[in-house]
């Protein structure tokens, strides 16, 4: 099984779509969890941090469930500028990370 | 942004020659990481430090050798280019680990495409 899963898409939906993705992580000790965001051709840049309490940011909210070890994003109207992909990011021991391969969001007008 | 810089930003070698990639920070962290990503595998972890002088195997480290002589600098080594290690490398720094307090957020470098002929 893969140390962090998710649906590689693409996932289509117009302009001021909801759309939620999901991530399942194998490692019950992983302590920390992010979702971090690549362009086309580009880095990959923090979009934010995943805490158990669930927390949100503008149009994003981020879940976490421990019991379930998944990790979900919900994007609420959405943005052409939104088209990106996103990458599920888990802690992978003391001091490295382990990134999914990615959802990758399409945006249309 | 950050301040990492990566160099070169492409480049083309034949198979069997020595390679290397240089990351350089402005930012002071102590952590310091190498990334190669391909389709259909994403980003993994090639090689870290955390310290100089101090680095550590990733999950994909064979054919790859690094160095920390500074904080600043961490160095990439491809011993003999194969074509298998045709990628876009990817070096990142953050100043704390998930396990500690203060930022663990990754910044990332902007990437060196590299191709091996």
């Known amino acids: 099984r893969k140390e962090v899963e998710q649906d590689p898409g693409p996932f289509n939906v117009p302009e001021g779509a909801t759309v939620a993705f999901n991530c399942t992580y194998s490692?019950?000790?992983?302590?920390?969890f992010f979702w971090y965001r690549q362009d086309c051709r580009k880095e990959p840049k923090l979009l934010m941090s995943v805490y158990s309490s669930g927390n949100e940011d503008g149009r994003f909210t981020a879940q976490l469930n421990r019991a379930s070890q998944y990790i979900s994003l919900l994007i609420r109207d959405s943005k052409l500028s939104d088209s990106a992909t996103y990458l599920c990011?888990?802690?992978?021991?003391?001091?490295?990370?382990?990134f999914g391969k990615g959802t990758m969001l399409l945006v249309s007008p | 942004d950050a301040g990492i810089t990566q160099s070169p930003r492409h480049k083309v070698t034949e198979t069997g020659t020595p390679v290397t990639l240089r990351c350089h920070q402005t930012?002071?962290?102590?952590?310091m990481y190498w990334y190669r990503q391909d389709p259909g595998h994403g980003l993994r972890l090639i090689h870290y430090s955390y310290g100089v002088k101090d680095t550590d195997k990733g999950e994909v480290s064979d054919g790859y050798s690094v160095s920390r002589s500074k904080t600043e600098d961490f160095l990439l080594t491809l011993e003999s280019a194969t074509s298998s290690q045709t990628s876009v490398y990817f070096c990142?720094?953050?100043?704390?680990?998930?396990?500690?307090?203060?930022?663990?957020?990754?910044?990332f470098g902007q990437g060196t495409r590299l191709t091996v002929v």
């Open positions: 990011v888990v802690n992978a021991g003391y001091s490295t990370l382990t």
């Open positions: 490692n019950s000790a992983s302590q920390s």
């Open positions: 930012e002071n962290h102590r952590y």
């Open positions: 990142a720094i953050s100043e704390s680990t998930p396990y500690q307090a203060g930022n663990t957020e990754a910044f």
